[in-house]
């Protein structure tokens, strides 16, 4: 067990959004969360990197980390939990005002305070990594979604992350860029990151994923491997879904 | 005595001869009056104008309302007063109670409370204007609120509030003429001068406002190039 997540519980206003979710997530593998409209899927991910504050939970990353929400948790602890984790938004939020290599050289060189040589060289290795090397210095309007995304992604991984997440990353895409994104996370996911992605992408999900969760409401309705969750689901309310993702 | 001097030769020049001749002998005491009055004027009060904006809006940004209600009673204050009163407290007021302050520090600081007041609403709603997401993008890469307002969001917001800011500097050009009142030998109190010697008061504020006229069309050719120059990272 590498990191998890127990007694996740927000809500918003009178709205419980989190009902005392569990989640654990093994060193190295992939768990993609399913789920409809309104369930919790991006509030969830948020809170695993506190840009959300859950009134209760806590989350652990193996022995040396642990945050309990419950207790008002400080500041440079928020910081440390957020350093651990790289996230990636469905509207890629880069910098517009920066270049592709200052988005992804921001958060070493001012948060981390890396030497600007070790930063630059890393940044050009992983904007190389996502296919990306020859648009350095091109601005976020001059990319096109898919490139956009991939900056996306090498400036999660530039705070070089033990844990990445994704919110459907490919949601915002014209179909034919998606590919390119999800390319970039297989080789990820090759490369043994371990990763929690929340995706309508079933297919994708069953290629990689490890673990799949249906949520739905609040709650975990169904955890288990793919071939289960998605093939064949223990749960009712999980078959409906596959169902109506699949034949809509 | 050079000032009289200057004054009455005016006067006598201005007897014998046609308004084209007084339109060129004034024209150079009021360009020296702009140059020398109201260019550093406007520029010093926009430029200390701009911190108490910059101040004043963060403070009404904040969440602790020990910051925020001082920084609305202020703006309310000065935008539910006019100008000329502010100048005339500052001037007259202070000097009343034994706060002597010179014409032109008195005018610098009216005029930049006033326009730090004004602008700090634009540039709170420049900064409002920016998406959640940027602020949540700069959170995730472990940014704190201070980082990430002085790195993500103020060099946005900036380009956003450029306009209205510049429409702040370009009005506030004219605003200076107001000075005049507290005795700053601006260009418009030149032209005040120039008329009670030659009555010719059609002719020289005209003149004056001809002058105004020219430092605010150079000033909004400036204000394109800027607001060009800031677009370069910008959909297009
Ligand atoms: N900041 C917020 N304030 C109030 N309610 C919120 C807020 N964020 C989310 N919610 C509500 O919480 C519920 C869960 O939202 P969430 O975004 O986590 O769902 P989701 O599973 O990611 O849905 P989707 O598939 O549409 O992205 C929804 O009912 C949503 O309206
Ligand atoms: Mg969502």
Request: charged residues 20%; hydrophobic residues 45%; proline residues 5%.
């Given at each position: 067990?590498?990191?998890?997540?127990?007694?996740?519980?927000?809500?918003?206003?009178?709205?419980?959004?989190?009902?005392?979710?569990?989640?654990?997530?093994?060193?190295?593998?992939?768990?993609?969360?399913?789920?409809?409209?309104?369930?919790?899927?991006?509030?969830?991910?948020?809170?695993?990197?506190?840009?959300?504050?859950?009134?209760?939970?806590?989350?652990?990353?193996?022995?040396?980390?642990?945050?309990?929400?419950?207790?008002?948790?400080?500041?440079?602890?928020?910081?440390?939990?957020?350093?651990?984790?790289?996230?990636?938004?469905?509207?890629?939020?880069?910098?517009?005002?920066?270049?592709?290599?200052?988005?992804?050289?921001?958060?070493?060189?001012?948060?981390?305070?890396?030497?600007?040589?070790?930063?630059?060289?890393?940044?050009?290795?992983?904007?190389?990594?996502?296919?990306?090397?020859?648009?350095?210095?091109?601005?976020?309007?001059?990319?096109?979604?898919?490139?956009?995304?991939?900056?996306?992604?090498?400036?999660?991984?530039?705070?070089?992350?033990?844990?990445?997440?994704?919110?459907?990353p490919t949601s915002a895409l014209d179909p034919e860029l998606v590919g390119e994104v999800l390319k970039v996370m297989k080789?990820?996911?090759n490369e043994g990151w371990t990763m929690v992605i929340v995706t309508h992408e079933l297919k994708f999900a069953e290629q990689?994923?490890?673990?799949?969760?249906?949520?739905?409401?609040?709650?975990?309705?169904?955890?288990?491997?793919?071939?289960?969750?998605?093939?064949?689901?223990?749960?009712?309310?999980?078959?409906?879904?596959?169902?109506?993702?699949?034949?809509? | 005595?050079?000032?009289?001097?200057?004054?009455?030769?005016?006067?006598?020049?201005?007897?014998?001869?046609?308004?084209?001749?007084?339109?060129?002998?004034?024209?150079?005491?009021?360009?020296?009056?702009?140059?020398?009055?109201?260019?550093?004027?406007?520029?010093?009060?926009?430029?200390?104008?701009?911190?108490?904006?910059?101040?004043?809006?963060?403070?009404?940004?904040?969440?602790?309302?020990?910051?925020?209600?001082?920084?609305?009673?202020?703006?309310?204050?000065?935008?539910?007063?006019?100008?000329?009163?502010?100048?005339?407290?500052?001037?007259?007021?202070?000097?009343?109670?034994?706060?002597?302050?010179?014409?032109?520090?008195?005018?610098?600081?009216?005029?930049?409370?006033?326009?730090?007041?004004?602008?700090?609403?634009?540039?709170?709603?420049?900064?409002?204007?920016?998406?959640?997401?940027?602020?949540?993008?700069?959170?995730?890469?472990?940014?704190?609120?201070?980082?990430?307002?002085?790195?993500?969001?103020?060099?946005?917001?900036?380009?956003?509030?450029?306009?209205?800011?510049?429409?702040?500097?370009?009005?506030?050009?004219?605003?200076?003429?107001?000075?005049?009142?507290?005795?700053?030998?601006?260009?418009?109190?030149?032209?005040?001068?120039?008329?009670?010697?030659?009555?010719?008061?059609?002719l020289l504020y005209i003149e004056a406002a001809m002058l105004y006229w020219v430092i605010c069309f150079i000033l909004s050719?400036?204000?394109?190039?800027?607001?060009?120059?800031?677009?370069?990272?910008?959909?297009?």
């Amino acid at each position: 067990m590498f990191i998890s997540a127990k007694g996740i519980t927000k809500s918003f206003g009178n709205l419980e959004v989190l009902k005392d979710i569990d989640i654990t997530i093994d060193k190295g593998n992939i768990v993609a969360i399913i789920g409809p409209s309104g369930s919790g899927k991006t509030t969830l991910l948020r809170c695993l990197n506190a840009l959300e504050m859950p009134e209760k939970g806590t989350i652990t990353f193996d022995d040396n980390f642990e945050i309990d929400f419950a207790q008002k948790p400080k500041k440079s602890v928020i910081k440390t939990l957020r350093l651990k984790s790289g996230m990636v938004f469905q509207s890629y939020n880069l910098f517009p005002h920066k270049t592709a290599l200052q988005n992804v050289t921001e958060g070493p060189l001012y948060v981390q305070k890396k030497n600007r040589q070790v930063v630059n060289e890393l940044a050009r290795q992983l904007l190389d990594k996502v296919g990306l090397a020859d648009k350095l210095n091109l601005y976020p309007h001059q990319l096109s979604g898919g490139q956009q995304q991939r900056v996306g992604i090498a400036r999660a991984l530039a705070i070089q992350p033990e844990l990445m997440l994704f919110d459907e990353p490919t949601s915002a895409l014209d179909p034919e860029l998606v590919g390119e994104v999800l390319k970039v996370m297989k080789d990820l996911a090759n490369e043994g990151w371990t990763m929690v992605i929340v995706t309508h992408e079933l297919k994708f999900a069953e290629q990689v994923a490890d673990k799949v969760l249906f949520m739905d409401n609040g709650v975990v309705v169904e955890e288990g491997p793919p071939e289960q969750v998605l093939k064949n689901p223990l749960e009712e309310r999980t078959r409906q879904f596959i169902q109506r993702i699949m034949n809509p | 005595m050079a000032k009289m001097f200057l004054n009455s030769y005016l006067y006598s020049i201005a007897a014998d001869m046609g308004g084209w001749e007084l339109f060129q002998n004034s024209l150079w005491p009021m360009i020296l009056g702009g140059i020398k009055n109201t260019i550093p004027l406007t520029f010093v009060s926009f430029v200390l104008g701009m911190f108490i904006a910059l101040l004043t809006a963060v403070m009404r940004l904040s969440t602790t309302k020990l910051l925020t209600i001082p920084a609305r009673m202020y703006v309310s204050a000065i935008r539910g007063t006019p100008l000329l009163v502010q100048l005339f407290i500052v001037f007259f007021g202070l000097g009343s109670i034994g706060i002597t302050i010179d014409p032109f520090p008195s005018a610098v600081i009216a005029f930049s409370l006033n326009v730090g007041a004004y602008s700090s609403e634009i540039i709170r709603a420049s900064i409002q204007s920016i998406p959640k997401g940027q602020w949540e993008a700069a959170t995730t890469i472990g940014m704190s609120y201070s980082q990430t307002l002085i790195r993500i969001i103020i060099p946005q917001a900036t380009r956003v509030s450029i306009p209205p800011l510049s429409n702040t500097f370009i009005s506030l050009v004219k605003d200076t003429s107001l000075a005049s009142l507290i005795l700053v030998t601006e260009l418009f109190r030149k032209a005040q001068e120039i008329a009670a010697r030659t009555y010719d008061f059609m002719l020289l504020y005209i003149e004056a406002a001809m002058l105004y006229w020219v430092i605010c069309f150079i000033l909004s050719i400036v204000q394109d190039k800027i607001e060009h120059r800031l677009e370069r990272y910008v959909a297009r």
